[in-house]
């Protein structure tokens, strides 16, 4: 009970702070707290937010799936053999910085609009952060590992699963916290340029008709399922790393 008070304080004192404003200032174009809590209950019974809510969380299910595979197998092999990952980590770090937003027009020339875009976005937003940690973790996989590995002539396979995707695995969550993170975010700016539903359209299609109090609590929604997600990964990375901790 003590740390849920710690967590919400500082929101409680902020919410209240801009309710008083709005209600002293009745001039102030935001939509107040409670109106934003009126519009959100009024868009879970009209029941067309499940729909955004859903084609947003399947294009980042989708385009994150595709970075934490290839981000993963990629970061451990490249990391694992060095001779051939140094002519790789030249073109990913010319890569890296580009922020995944700045793809869009890209996205959109390749291929049209519809999800298509969308899911290279968040691969793109997803695949840096999930693959650099992969890389660094295999790369410092200390030598002794891999002389006990030799020592009892283990399989390539076996020394692959068990010691250098193991012995990567905390470091791979890290680059897995960011990397849902950044699909999350990238999902949404996709949404908003090239998509015709999830909740980034929903949000730019408000905005759009003025409807600033659906606007606020489409932003509302985008936080607390962020939050969600986010915390999905630390149970997640809990119950897989248990020797982590």
């Known amino acids: 009970m003590k740390n849920f008070f710690k967590k919400t304080l500082v929101i409680f004192v902020l919410v209240s702070l801009w309710q008083a404003y709005s209600f002293l200032n009745s001039n102030f174009l935001i939509s107040s707290p409670l ?35 290839l981000g993963i197998g990629l970061g451990l092999i490249l990391g694992n053999y060095k ?21 869009i027009p890209v996205a959109i020339l390749l291929f049209g609009l519809g999800n298509a875009p969308a899911y290279f976005i968040i691969f793109l937003g997803a695949f840096f ?13 200390p030598r002794i590992y891999r002389n006990t590995a030799r020592s009892f002539e283990l399989s390539r396979l076996t020394f692959f699963y ?34 015709q539903s999830g909740l980034g359209y929903f ?14 609590a489409g932003i509302l929604i985008i936080g607390l399922i962020g939050y969600f997600l986010n915390t999905c990964m630390f149970y997640l990375e809990k119950k897989i790393v248990k020797w982590h901790a």
Not at 84 to 103: D, K, N, S, T, V
Not at 203 to 216: A, C, E, V
């Open 35 to 69: 109106e934003i809590v009126q519009a959100l209950i009024s868009l879970f019974q009209e029941k067309d937010i499940y729909f955004h809510i859903l084609n947003s969380l399947s294009r980042v299910a989708v385009g994150f799936l595709g970075a934490t595979i």
């Open 83 to 103: 001779r051939i990952g140094e002519y790789f980590l030249p073109l990913i770090e010319i890569l890296r910085p580009i922020p995944p937003i700045a793809w």
């Open 129 to 141: 952060p999930i693959f650099s940690n992969a890389y660094f973790a295999a790369a410092s996989l």
């Open 162 to 195: 068990e010691i250098l995707f193991k012995y990567s695995l905390s470091n791979i969550f890290v680059g897995l916290k960011i990397g849902i993170g950044m699909a999350w975010i990238c999902v949404i700016a996709a949404e908003m340029i090239g998509a």
């Open 203 to 216: 949000i730019q299609t408000s905005r759009l008709f003025l409807h600033i109090d659906k606007m606020l």
